[in-house]
């Protein structure tokens, strides 16, 4: 009897299976890699009689073996010598050249994408060429294995290794391709198999056959017995599962039978009915009859089918509960990937208009938090504030904490006595805090804070500089702070040209006389900044002052600008400012480079979002069970937190993308900078016959020759043996001439370096 997985289940052939039972037979008695290892490295080490000497005390191995070791370990060392001599590249040009029928030129210039790693472009051109695309692969797996070879040389123990993984997986298929050809009846490609490959004897053909026909006698005798006969130990609690267990052989269309021992101790009579049978039982005639005796009622049967739908009625409505909550995750799921498919083929969806759908929202709900509703935003902020640093039990402010978190909406919070603030209430504190909010509005702060704010996604007003930190300079600190105020001044007047000037509808003399205004306010700033006995004790104190005076001058150029904009101007300027920066971007690094840069924001962004929500969902799905001790459906709860959940997910893509996208388009650029001087550099090298490879240590790469160096007068490497001058020089010196960079041609591969020096003719 043999089995075989199929399904959930184990399906049974009666008198067993031939071709699994002649593998186990071949594994048990056939030598394996370990041990054909060790010969290998004994014939490698001690010499060919101890190899036969090896090969005596062990009756899994053959003579035969040492013949094939010896030509397998000759076959490389001839590949070895042409190897040193014209590269693993240049060797498998000149050997799957002649394999795939390939031109020099042709077969050369797969070899150079497949030692480049552009394998999709290897596949394409030999596409082109109607020619077969497994050549990449295999131009692979023989540079590995040469490669691997060329190292393994010098040590006799990865020697071996080598040699037995390359031997034993011929020998592995050759005795799978024997059990197939002989339970097929192929008795010519058994004898083949036999023939060819060392290490298998002829009887193991015959061995194959008995092990074929003992399987047939058995079935014989197994079918007139009445085929498999299942014994069970007890009764599922599902009626599909002794179903199961009944049809192993009947699927083969074997006959069987079954029989089922159950006690009243099993789980499932315990559950349904075991008591009440046990008191039945115990009445009447069937008190006496002895425990080992085996029972057979139909009320017994009717029982037990009875309490299996009922068990599997519980099981449905479990698996129904657990459906309803995997229900709401799979909308979303779908939902999800639709989308994350559609950017990624660029389907159906317009990368401008997805990412400035962002931005438009989030510029819409700063507008509306500094401009709109400025009073009713921040006194939310500060109420939330005070509730977070208020202690419960004792209604006690930790007024230190209230100041350092709201001292960037409420900058002048820190010009009232902290004492004062102490002494107030919760309510009262608020109403003193709101005093200052007020001020902020009438003065133009709310403006400066919005353009701060959206500093988090696109830098608009230049950050103010530390000058504080000319106190660790010990010499130069006077042209430092020159250079410092040019560059910050220099960036004030680009930002007011390019935003203020073509969004603000003012006469130009009005707005040229309010730049020079603020100029000279900034100017100021910078020379009350005195270098006189600047220390770093004294360096933080004279930063502060610096910074409140740099920020007063840039208020106040908003002030005398922005703050005739209503929050609908403000909103359609700051979004033309962000689609003209983008533009920039745009024409920087390329229409192509710009859209690959927009999928993979909007791809990492989906991608970092939906694993966050997913951990997220999985704990709302633990805790849900919860809400039933406030008499709540923790269904319909789960549902609506969820899609609660969903819609918060949505909306951190696209902060997620706003918070992103300018600060990571830089990077972009760096790395097609990088990149391309990468593919400039392999792809000169690849022309001058060279391929830039990593250094076994250390860092760093260097250039190894992938071709044989040829000379004028040699051979030409393509085999049609003429000279290179006469053959492939002039072809190879036209590619160069056409590759080469600033009109000028680089010199072909091999072809030697000419002095730029003249020399001297000797009279």
């Excluded at 005390?57 to 190897?83: C, F, G, H, Q, Y």
């Excluded at 791809?603 to 799905?621: K, M, V």
């Amino acid at each position: 009897m043999s089995t075989n997985m199929a399904g959930r289940g184990t399906d049974i052939l009666l008198g067993g299976n031939p071709e699994g039972m002649s593998a186990e037979l071949i594994e048990r008695e056939m030598f394996k890699r370990p041990l054909l290892t060790q010969l290998i490295f004994t014939y490698l080490e001690k010499g060919e009689d101890a190899a036969h000497e090896q090969i005596r005390r062990n009756s899994k191995l053959d003579d035969d073996l040492l013949p094939w070791i010896t030509a397998e370990k000759a076959r490389m060392d001839a590949a070895l010598v042409e190897i040193e001599e014209l590269q693993v590249m240049g060797y498998l040009t000149r050997i799957l050249g002649e394999q795939y029928q390939l031109e020099y030129d042709q077969i050369r210039q797969v070899i150079r994408f497949v030692s480049s790693n552009n394998l999709l472009k290897a596949r394409e051109y030999l596409e082109q060429l109607n020619k077969d695309v497994a050549l990449v692969e295999e131009t692979l797996r023989l540079r590995d294995m040469y490669v691997n070879y060329q190292r393994a040389q010098g040590d006799n123990g990865l020697l071996a290794q080598f040699l037995a993984e390359i031997l034993f997986e011929q020998h592995y298929n050759a005795r799978a391709a024997l059990i197939r050809a002989i339970l097929n009846g192929d008795e010519a490609e058994a004898a083949n198999v036999v023939q060819t490959v060392p290490g298998i004897a002829k009887n193991w053909i015959d061995k194959i056959k008995d092990v074929q026909e003992g399987t047939k006698v058995e079935r014989e005798e197994v079918w007139q017995l009445g085929g498999l006969h299942v014994v069970g130990s007890e009764r599922h609690e599902s009626r599909r599962i002794d179903n199961q267990l009944r049809g192993r052989a009947a699927r083969q269309g074997d006959p069987g039978s079954s029989r089922f021992f159950l006690s009243l101790e099993d789980e499932l009579m315990r559950r349904f009915g075991g008591e009440r049978l046990k008191s039945w039982m115990s009445k009447g005639v069937l008190s006496s009859i002895p425990e080992d005796m085996p029972l057979e009622f139909g009320v017994l049967d009717r029982m037990i089918a009875s309490a299996q739908e009922r068990v599997e009625g519980y099981n449905f409505d479990m698996r129904k509960n657990i459906v309803e909550y995997d229900d709401v995750m799979s909308r979303q799921r779908v939902t999800v990937y639709n989308e994350r498919r559609a950017i990624l083929m660029g389907e159906s969806v317009d990368y401008d208009d997805k990412i400035g759908e962002a931005f438009a929202n989030a510029i819409a709900q700063l507008v509306d938090n500094y401009v709109e509703n400025y009073v009713p935003f921040v006194r939310e902020e500060v109420q939330r504030v005070v509730a977070d640093f208020t202690t419960e039990a004792t209604d006690a402010i930790n007024i230190n904490a209230v100041v350092a978190r709201l001292r960037g909406l409420l900058p002048d919070i820190i010009k009232i006595d902290k004492a004062e603030l102490a002494q107030l209430s919760n309510d009262k504190l608020i109403d003193r805090l709101m005093v200052l909010v007020y001020e902020n509005e009438e003065n133009g702060a709310n403006i400066y804070q919005l353009l701060q704010a959206m500093g988090r996604f696109l830098p608009l007003l230049p950050p103010i500089p530390n000058l504080g930190g000319l106190a660790s300079r010990k010499s130069g600190q006077v042209q430092a702070k020159r250079n410092v105020q040019r560059d910050y001044v220099a960036n004030v007047h680009n930002f007011y040209d390019e935003f203020v000037t073509d969004h603000v509808e003012l006469p130009a003399d009005e707005r040229d006389e309010i730049w020079l205004e603020s100029e000279e306010q900034l100017n100021q700033a910078f020379s009350h900044f005195s270098l006189d006995g600047l220390s770093l004790k004294t360096a933080d104190f004279r930063q502060t002052r610096f910074a409140a005076q740099a920020n007063a001058a840039l208020r106040n150029l908003l002030l005398d600008t922005l703050s005739a904009l209503d929050g609908a101007q403000l909103e359609i300027a700051l979004k033309a400012y962000v689609s003209k920066q983008q533009d920039k971007w745009r024409k920087q690094i390329g229409e192509e480079e710009y859209r690959n840069f927009q999928r993979l924001l909007l791809l990492d962004s989906t991608d970092r979002e939906w694993r966050d929500y997913l951990t997220a969902a999985d704990d709302l799905r633990r805790e849900i069970g919860l809400e039933a001790i406030g008499q709540r459906d923790p269904k319909v709860q789960y549902k609506i937190r969820s899609a609660q959940m969903f819609n918060n997910m949505r909306d951190n893509i696209e902060q997620n993308i706003v918070e992103r996208f300018f600060f990571q388009v830089d990077r972009h650029r760096q790395f097609i900078q990088k990149q391309e001087a990468e593919i400039a550099y392999q792809t000169q090298a690849q022309d001058a016959g060279f391929q830039v490879v990593k250094r076994k240590k250390g860092r760093g790469v260097e250039l190894r020759r992938d071709m044989p160096k040829v000379g004028r007068n040699d051979l030409c490497p393509c085999g049609s043996g003429k000279k290179y001058k006469h053959c492939h020089l002039k072809q190879d010196l036209a590619g160069a001439k056409s590759s080469g960079t600033n009109g000028q041609a680089k010199r072909p591969f091999g072809s030697p370096k000419r002095s730029g020096k003249k020399r001297r003719r000797r009279r």
